[in-house]
């Protein structure tokens, strides 16, 4: 199975444009996104072509292939225009490797959930890529698509049990195995 996972798109068209792009080149078999899908929050600045009715259309149209993930910034109403359902968290099995997936404002490299432990952590919220592992556990965080604090406008692909971290432009940022 090839998983992709982005993160933190706060109601960019534009980067999901982008993350459009890059689900038609790289074909995964699931697209999870980790939450803040389309409100930019109070802390953040208005992304480029901020449009979260736009985002929700595009979205809607790879439904059948996505995993979202309720961040902190979704809320109930998001739903109203959304033909996919957000989950609080989520565990994928890859290769006998259960990898959890979840926003990250709870649950992150800080705070380990008891069922991650021994497999991965897949987590956004703080908008940074991280790849590396911590108490046995392969610690992962594509940073933010479109509000990157770290510059790097990223998503990361996990297939057998290799996961990569890429920036938008496709220069590969961090590499580990889960």
């Not at 961040?71 to 290769?95: K, T, W």
């Not at 509000?147 to 920036?167: G, S």
Request: some cysteine; glycine content about 6%; proline content about 4%.
């Amino acid at each position: 199975m090839k998983l992709i996972v982005f993160s933190d798109i706060h109601g960019s068209a534009y980067y999901t444009r982008k993350l459009l792009d890059i689900v038609a080149k790289e074909r995964p078999d699931l697209v999870a996104i980790l939450g803040d899908v389309y409100n930019h929050g109070p802390r953040n600045p208005l992304p480029v072509e901020y449009d979260p009715q736009k985002v929700a259309a595009m979205l809607n149209g790879i439904k059948d292939k996505l995993l979202v993930i309720k961040g902190n910034c979704d809320s109930e109403v998001d739903a109203m225009i959304s033909e996919f359902h957000f989950v609080d968290s989520a565990v994928v099995v890859e290769n006998g490797k259960r990898i959890y997936l979840t926003h990250g404002h709870v649950y992150n490299e800080d705070n380990l959930p008891a069922i991650a432990v021994g497999d991965a952590l897949v987590y956004g919220h703080f908008h940074t890529v991280i790849c590396r592992k911590k108490e046995g556990v392969t610690i992962l965080n594509p940073g933010s698509i479109s509000l990157p604090k770290d510059d790097n406008h990223a998503y990361l692909t996990i297939e057998n049990t290799r996961a990569k971290i890429v920036d938008i432009e496709g220069k590969t940022l961090a590499e580990c195995t889960l």
